[in-house]
């Protein structure tokens, strides 16, 4: 897999490089702004992303700009964006830019070696992986527009809850059975129930489900 | 021929007023004043009446120099001040005179004196009422009160601006370097795992990177949340409207941003006012009006339809009191029992 890295901090960038290529990833570019991440992904034509939210020149939202324009004019890149702080109305704009993988984690995940590197494999195969605190932070938008904890998602189970979590996460039937550590068939019965109770479309691919899930939070 | 100084307060023939004009006017006079002289010589000495021609004839002149003089300086207070005082010593002048050329009486003109004194002293005192101790001690609190609120404002900037400093210094400095080095425990975690209590060690040291990471977030979200900083007021309220467990309506619009100081003043007193009707107006919606007012006072306004009865003096609503009067603002709260509760807070954003 081929990546490029837009992030201006060196100390962060030096050490996800290293961090990626340990783990058979390719880094074929660096860049520290905005505008570096534009060039560096016409000039290569990267799997992936990985981008920095605040960079120069004006150390506000730069990076996820930058990351959602490079989303439109290159429709087959999957957009990693790294983050200090979680803002839903970011993830929500990033998640509305494009249908190729992207992500939206904490910087600090980079140090949960083993998951951020399944993140990245996973926006890069076209996947989704978001924070858990952006879900989190997602499910409180979509409960507080359903008005108290009456609403579909009041309904559901604790268990189940946990799994809808893993599952907006962006993680397949398989790797949600693992974190939990249960059967897949038991999973695969959560997951009926929760799109039974959420009214959502049922299907057997564990992308298209993830995208439900998200739809469905998303529009709270 | 007497000091051509001497005047009377009548409006001045209408002489042109230059040097020169002047000049003229002189040289004429004194032909005139001789050619009185030779008569009353002519005409047998007698009665020496040309005096009161001449007294006459140096009130134009006299006049002549008064309007040169008054022109030669600002206007203002000061030189209707000077007029009045030239006027009226020119006008005590003439009196004297007459009364001199009249024989010497009794000294009739000193009532005139005082009264044209007493006018002059009404007219200074009001002109320099300045210098009067009460008067002093009221300017000085003026132009102390004028000091105090420029280095407040002053301060309140600084103090913004420090704030954001130390968010971006977080950001850059303690925050990326715990990020790095959970990163390298991490790593290090990675290549340790056949040592399963070198590894535990270890992914206990960065869970409490992990926190103290959370931490510093958490300090940087208090000081302004980041979206705050980035696409300003409206849209941090409507981020702090789609987390709220209420429903929230918005009306505002502000065409351009008020100073940073005054925007986290204002997203916290919208954030703290929110939390209070979530908390308290029985699950009432809220609506939230920003207005900006002739570009100087930014308007808050959050109301909702709750039961109402809200207590001023309770610590939220007292909170979000100083944090609107440090910034020299005011803060309203209406909540008659069962009519719902409305704040409303007035943020001065010029300077």
């Known amino acids: 897999?081929?990546?490029?890295?837009?992030?201006?901090?060196?100390?962060?960038?030096?050490?996800?490089?290293?961090?990626?290529?340990?783990?058979?990833?390719?880094?074929?570019?660096?860049?520290?702004?905005?505008?570096?991440?534009?060039?560096?992904?016409?000039?290569?034509?990267?799997?992936?992303?990985?981008?920095?939210?605040?960079?120069?020149?004006?150390?506000?939202?730069?990076?996820?700009?930058?990351?959602?324009?490079?989303?439109?004019?290159?429709?087959?890149?999957?957009?990693?964006?790294l983050s200090q702080y979680v803002e839903p109305v970011y993830t929500t704009e990033l998640l509305a830019s494009g249908e190729a993988g992207v992500g939206y984690l904490l910087k600090e995940r980079v140090g949960e070696v083993r998951a951020f590197i399944d993140a990245v494999q996973r926006v890069a195969a076209g996947g989704t992986a978001l924070d858990r605190e952006v879900v989190a932070e997602l499910l409180r938008a979509r409960q507080a527009g359903d008005g108290a904890a009456d609403g579909a998602i009041g309904s559901l189970t604790p268990r189940e809850r946990e799994v809808l979590e893993l599952m907006a996460e962006g993680r397949s039937n398989a790797a949600v059975a693992r974190a939990l550590v249960v059967s897949g068939g038991a999973v695969e019965k959560h997951v009926r129930n929760i799109f039974a109770k959420l009214d959502l479309p049922a299907s057997d691919d564990d992308h298209r489900r993830v995208l439900a899930v998200l739809a469905y939070l998303r529009d709270g | 021929m007497h000091d051509p100084a001497t005047s009377v307060p009548q409006p001045s023939?209408?002489?042109?007023?230059?040097?020169?004009?002047?000049?003229?006017?002189?040289?004429?006079?004194?032909?005139?004043?001789?050619?009185?002289?030779?008569?009353?010589?002519?005409?047998?000495?007698?009665?020496?009446?040309?005096?009161?021609?001449?007294?006459?004839?140096?009130?134009?002149?006299?006049?002549?120099?008064?309007?040169?003089?008054?022109?030669?300086?600002?206007?203002?207070?000061?030189?209707?001040?000077?007029?009045q005082a030239e006027l009226s010593t020119g006008v005590a002048a003439l009196l004297f005179v007459i009364w001199a050329l009249a024989g010497m009486g009794p000294l009739w003109p000193f009532w005139s004196w005082l009264g044209l004194a007493l006018a002059y002293a009404a007219h200074a005192i009001v002109v320099h009422r300045d210098w009067l101790p009460a008067r002093a001690r009221e300017q000085a609190l003026v132009e102390r009160v004028d000091v105090l609120t420029r280095t407040r404002s002053g301060a309140l900037d600084v103090q913004a601006a420090e704030l954001r400093r130390i968010e971006r210094d977080l950001h850059d400095g303690a925050q990326?370097?715990?990020?790095?080095?959970?990163?390298?425990?991490?790593?290090?975690?990675?290549?340790?795992?056949?040592?399963?209590e070198i590894a535990e060690l270890l992914r206990q040291a960065r869970e409490d990177a992990g926190a103290a990471i959370a931490e510093l977030r958490d300090l940087a979200r208090g000081i302004a949340p980041p979206i705050l900083a980035d696409r300003g007021l409206t849209a941090a309220i409507e981020a702090l409207a789609r987390r709220s467990a209420i429903g929230v309506t918005i009306d505002a619009d502000p065409d351009r941003r008020p100073l940073p100081v005054v925007e986290t003043a204002a997203y916290f007193v919208v954030a703290e006012a929110l939390t209070n009707v979530a908390k308290h107006a029985g699950g009432a919606a809220a609506r939230v009006r920003v207005t900006l007012d002739g570009d100087e006072t930014l308007v808050l306004e959050i109301a909702d339809e709750g039961p109402g009865g809200a207590d001023p003096e309770g610590s939220g609503l007292r909170g979000l009191r100083s944090r609107v009067e440090a910034l020299d603002g005011t803060l309203g709260i209406t909540s008659p029992p069962g009519g719902g509760t409305t704040i409303r807070a007035e943020l001065p954003c010029g300077r």
Not at chain 1, 13 to 33: M, S
Not at chain 1, 53 to 64: A, Y
């Open chain 1, 1 to 81: 897999m081929r990546a490029v890295i837009v992030e201006d901090l060196a100390l962060l960038r030096e050490g996800i490089v290293a961090l990626l290529r340990e783990n058979g990833i390719d880094v074929v570019a660096q860049a520290e702004d905005g505008p570096g991440l534009e060039r560096i992904v016409a000039g290569h034509k990267p799997d992936l992303a990985i981008v920095d939210v605040r960079l120069p020149p004006t150390f506000t939202d730069e990076g996820l700009r930058a990351a959602i324009e490079a989303r439109r004019r290159h429709p087959g890149l999957g957009v990693l964006v």
């Open chain 2, 176 to 196: 990326a370097r715990l990020v790095a080095l959970s990163m390298h425990l991490g790593r290090a975690e990675q290549r340790v795992a056949d040592q399963p």
């Open chain 2, 13 to 83: 023939a209408d002489s042109p007023p230059s040097a020169s004009w002047l000049d003229l006017q002189i040289a004429f006079t004194l032909l005139l004043a001789i050619l009185m002289a030779v008569i009353w010589v002519a005409s047998g000495f007698g009665y020496f009446w040309p005096a009161w021609v001449w007294m006459g004839l140096s009130v134009p002149i006299a006049l002549h120099v008064l309007v040169l003089r008054t022109r030669a300086r600002a206007p203002g207070a000061e030189r209707r001040l000077r007029l």
